[in-house]
Nanobody
């Protein structure tokens, strides 16, 4: 089992920044890739970013490229999502997720463990 706990969400004005963090426990952190998804009201959960087990590979949704950065610290069992130049359309609940199987990137079905989510609200 893997437990994931997100923090760092909140309310920010458009153009501002937030940094989300996710603390993992329960298994060797380096055993799994980590990702971030988000879900806005009335919409499906969508892929935001992913980082490989070692941190050497990162993947981003087109709508966050150049604005968001995913990183991980395997010594501290944490993954972070730095979000800059935030837009009102970035408003959503953001979820930290872990992938042990390493068989896919973009579908939420590829990820076995999920945090409870943290709300990000961007005002215009």
């Amino acid at each position: 089992q893997v437990q994931l706990v997100e923090s760092g969400g909140g309310l920010v004005q458009a153009g501002g920044s937030l940094r989300l963090s996710c603390a993992a426990s329960g298994r060797t952190f380096g055993d799994y890739a980590m990702g971030w998804f988000r879900q806005a009201p009335g919409k499906e959960r969508e892929f935001v970013a992913r980082i490989s087990r070692s941190g050497g590979g990162t993947y981003y949704a087109d709508f966050v490229k150049g604005r968001f950065t995913i990183s991980r610290d395997n010594a501290k069992n944490t993954v972070a999502l730095q979000m800059n130049s935030l837009k009102p359309e970035d408003t959503a609940v953001y979820y930290c997720t872990a992938d042990l199987g390493n068989t896919g990137i973009y579908s939420p079905n590829e990820y076995e463990y999920w945090g409870q989510g943290t709300q990000v609200t961007v005002s215009s």
